[in-house]
């Protein structure tokens, strides 16, 4: 089992849900038949990987839809995405193949295509009447996080420290304060032949027990909880009270020896207390709200024992998946379960919840607004009141989240420290455990706090919602949008101008221009936090609105006079259940409100598709270039041309008909935004020839390709890491007309990662797929291909990274002189290079990762060619072996840089 990009089972149904019959079972055949009765009972690691070993292009819809199943509740985001693709590719009439295929490309950070399956899955979705009332307005909510993607960062210093002293290579998760340490869930340990969970295709969760030491503060030396409470089936997140005297615990239905079952037969989870009796254990006791025909699960108790939060299977009075459900203790006695409501619970999961002493909950969720998979939020009570229920929930944002599954996440009394779960890239196995410290403190360094407002704009005479209407937002703080003062008219300046650029954000390599005129009014690009938008047809509009500041909302539309309203979400609102705020029209003189009274149409610039609003130069939204777009002038309805239905331009389609069109879309992967001025390399891999090309403001570049040759484009620019794609058209059957893909940009530097060292050399630098390494010390004697003693060194060191890195993949390319015949060379560098991967082999890396080839002399690195007479110095530089980048997922996490070595020991053979 490969846990390393393996998310826990329990994430998309919750911890340890649908656990079947677990009785010894014979390992299926890889025969259709047996292979599907795999995935019916549930083995969904072991369907993935049966399904895996044949061709995906082969399996009809059901098994496609099956393998999706299989990848996504195994938490295998990449082959989900490929699955989900090709079923969405297909025209799937299923809602969830949208959802799945957006939340998968959502995972693997993907964010401007998932924004754009969210919202039609939610378009298909709302046509459903089945899907409506589970669904509704869901995928607009996802669509938008992914807009949002930079709020959800953390404000202050946060250190984050991977528990490696507890961390295997498998699962190890859901830690909980107890002594002078932590209980946690690990599938650690020996797993026994024929005795596994078949859902994750591993060993059974067990409780352990690590203690915190006392000068490192590390957690280390794990061992067994409590051998009473670890049974032979799994054991999950732990809740304690009474002072460590009574613990809340999550195991499958099995109770003295005995298993439970469902009416289908499966055997679900459970809550059980215990208590410590003379230092042992004892008294299990099978509570009172656990049902045999539904999950109930993760524990969390507050300080005093009297608040009793918990996640459950979603019921009649539930939102869908899994939701979270409170118990309060009257007495004796307790009350019955009652669900959170929809502040807190969705259409997805809400798990792991943990109860702070102050009485804060924190949980996460799939179904709220985040960065991807699951996202830890917290929430404050509503009232002081024992039985208040919690507000709005709030994301932690990174770098407690990340695009994957974060979730079991506990913080110290004084709010300074704690430690939560996450199977983020970089970590020791599948899930791993991470503790982290916040300056000053958790509340100083969240995020600010956000939450969707609706708001609705209707006709003051007739009620009517009105529809098309714009809507403007800033803060009240910043320049008024309509206020002659601020404007700038370009034709009628006195004073002069003043131009200032401001980088959006330190060290940003985008701008924001500054305008001032003679009297010294400033004005903005970015309009200091303004947002525009347009009523639907029902006449509202929804925005993301910070709590505690004041916000000035305009109104424009054609016919009415401008209307101005201020508003400001108070905490209270916050946390409260907020109805729509409605802004009234008046009908004016049929003229939209404008800024300048000698342009009465509101574009007072010479140029159809420009406006100056507010002192900056913005598009005109009511304009378009295509000749197709009722906002064009020319306007004149022609209906689509089906060997053009993208409406390209002519210099795109009139490529000759085996020649592909490249159309690369560079952009900020933060604020999704074109990124233009940034570099281009596109690399002939048949030729070797590069050509540079620098993007417009468009962030699209458009290049002309060749079938049977592959293409490596690189994207570089100052102050972002760089992103690769490599574009393989050997196989001609990939050379499509027009072959569309992302360049995303991420702004910033090192990510993570400790320096790695090949051949006396620092990595520090982005490695990404497409990157050539050159093994500076891998040299050959002339006519052998013997891995020399100098050589073995670079190779070992080659396996250290493979090893670190498991998801990269290489192509091993090894290269001769110029001596010899080119056959001859060819085989030469051939044998080099299979030498080379056999080493590796012999290692320990699978030869699947590694792609041998010889090049000959095709590729010298200097002027050493037939007939040139060189020294044998220069000789020995053109024989050697490089790696070449072809996969790997960590891209961001390593840096990379090269120093140009010269050999150490030089073969003195002459010709």
């Not at 505690?548 to 401008?562: A, D, H």
């Not at 291909?785 to 998801?807: G, H, K, N, V």
Request: hydrophobic content about 30%.
């Amino acid at each position: 089992m490969n846990t390393q990009s393996m998310k826990s089972f329990y994430i998309n149904c919750a911890l340890l849900c649908f656990v079947a019959s677990l009785s010894a079972q014979t390992a299926p055949s890889g025969k259709d038949k047996n292979t599907e009765k795999v995935f019916d009972n549930l083995g969904y690691a072991k369907y993935a990987e049966l399904r895996g070993q044949g061709e995906i292009m082969d399996y009809n819809v059901s098994v496609l839809d099956r393998m999706g199943t299989a990848y996504r509740k195994t938490g295998d985001s990449k082959n989900a995405e490929i699955v989900y693709g090709m079923l969405v590719e297909n025209e799937s009439e299923r809602p969830e193949h949208y959802l799945y295929y957006a939340q998968a490309l959502q995972s693997n950070m993907k964010y401007r295509e998932a924004k754009n399956y969210f919202l039609l899955y939610d378009k298909i979705a709302t046509k459903n009447s089945s899907e409506t009332k589970l669904y509704n307005g869901a995928g607009k909510v996802y669509a938008q996080a992914c807009d949002r993607i930079s709020q959800f960062k953390a404000v202050g210093e946060v250190k984050i420290r991977n528990e490696k002293g507890i961390n295997s290579a498998r699962l190890d998760f859901s830690p909980m304060y107890y002594k002078d340490g932590i209980v946690f869930v690990s599938t650690r340990g020996q797993m026994k032949k024929g005795f596994t969970d078949k859902w994750i295709n591993d060993k059974f969760m067990d409780l352990y027990y690590a203690p915190a030491n006392n000068s490192s503060g590390s957690l280390e030396n794990p061992e067994n909880f409590d051998k009473d409470i670890n049974s032979k089936y799994h054991e999950g997140p732990v809740s304690f009270a009474d002072g460590e005297q009574t613990l809340f615990f999550t195991r499958n239905n099995y109770m003295q020896g005995k298993k439970g079952f469902s009416k289908d037969r499966v055997t679900k989870l459970k809550i059980y207390s215990a208590r410590k009796v003379n230092d042992r254990w004892d008294e299990v006791r099978d509570l009172w709200f656990n049902s045999s025909e539904i999950d109930v699960c993760h524990p969390a108790l507050s300080k005093d024992g009297k608040v009793f939060v918990f996640s459950r299977t979603s019921g009649n009075d539930g939102y869908g998946g899994m939701d979270l459900y409170v118990s309060f203790q009257l007495g004796s006695k307790w009350t019955a379960p009652r669900n959170l409501g929809p502040n807190i619970n969705t259409a997805g999961n809400e798990v792991f919840p943990y109860i702070h002493d102050d009485g804060t909950l924190f949980f996460s969720s799939n179904g709220l607004a985040g960065l991807g998979g699951l996202d830890v939020f917290l929430a404050d009570k509503m009232g002081t009141e024992r039985d208040s229920l919690w507000g709005f929930p709030l994301n932690v944002g990174s770098p407690f989240n990340s695009s994957v599954d974060d979730f079991g996440f506990i913080l110290n009394p004084e709010g300074t420290e704690g430690y939560f779960t996450s199977n983020r890239e970089g970590g020791q196995g599948g899930d791993d455990i991470y503790s982290f410290k916040a300056t000053p403190n958790l509340d100083r360094v969240l995020p600010r706090p956000t939450r969707p407002m609706t708001i609705c704009v209707y006709d003051v005479a007739t009620s009517k919602r009105i529809a098309d209407a714009q809507v403007r937002i800033r803060p009240a703080s910043s320049n008024p949008l309509a206020n002659n003062n601020a404007n700038i008219n370009l034709n009628n300046l006195q004073n002069g101008i003043t131009i200032n650029l401001s980088p959006i954000k330190e060290g940003s390599d985008e701008y924001v221009l500054k305008l001032s005129n003679g009297n010294g009014n400033n004005s903005s690009a970015a309009n200091n936090g303004f947002v525009s938008m347009t009523t639907d047809k029902k006449g509202t509009c929804q925005h993301y609105l910070p709590a505690g500041e004041e916000y000035v909302f305009e109104v424009l539309k054609s016919g009415y006079e401008l209307a101005t309203q201020t508003y400001t979400l108070s905490l209270k609102d916050f946390n409260g259940d907020l109805t729509e705020f409605c802004i009234p029209l008046t009908k004016g003189d049929g003229k939209m409100a404008n800024n300048d009274p000698n342009n009465p149409n509101g574009n007072n610039l010479p140029y159809p598709d420009k406006l100056w609003t507010n002192g900056a130069v913005v598009s005109n939204p009511n304009f378009s270039n295509n000749p197709n777009e009722p906002k064009n002038p020319n306007y004149t309805k022609v209906p689509p041309d089906p060997n053009n239905p993208y409406n390209l331009p002519p210099d795109i389609l009139n490529v000759p008909d085996n020649n592909p069109q490249l159309s690369a879309f560079v952009f900020n992967k933060d604020y999704n935004r074109p990124l233009p001025n940034t570099k281009v390399t596109i690399l002939n891999r048949c030729t070797g020839e590069e050509k540079e090309v620098i993007v417009g403001e468009s962030g699209i570049i458009n290049y002309e390709l060749e079938c049977g040759c592959d293409y490596v484009l690189k994207a570089t620019k100052d102050k972002f890491i760089g992103a690769n794609k490599i574009i393989s058209l050997s196989d001609k059957r990939n050379c499509q007309k027009l072959i569309p893909i992302e360049l995303p940009m991420t702004p910033g530097f090192d990510k993570l990662g400790e320096p790695i060292v090949i051949g006396g050399n620092t990595i520090n630098n982005s490695i990404k797929e497409g990157d050539l390494i050159e093994l500076k010390n891998i040299f050959y004697d002339f006519d052998k291909y013997y891995i020399r003693t100098d050589a073995s060194q670079d190779l070992d060191e080659l396996y250290a990274l493979l090893t670190r890195f498991p998801s990269m993949e290489i192509e091993l390319s090894s290269h001769t002189d110029s001596r010899g015949s080119t056959q001859y060379n060819k085989t030469l560098s051939a044998n080099r290079a299979k030498n080379a991967k056999e080493y590796l082999v012999k290692k320990g890396i699978s030869s699947t990762r590694i792609k041998a080839v010889g090049y000959g002399e095709s590729k010298t690195r200097n002027n050493c060619n037939d007939g040139v007479e060189c020294s044998e110095f220069e000789h020995q530089r053109n024989r050697r072996t490089e790696v070449f980048v072809t996969k790997f997922d960590e891209a961001e996490y390593i840096k990379v840089r090269y120093d140009d070595n010269a050999p150490r020991v030089i073969d003195e053979k002459k010709n």
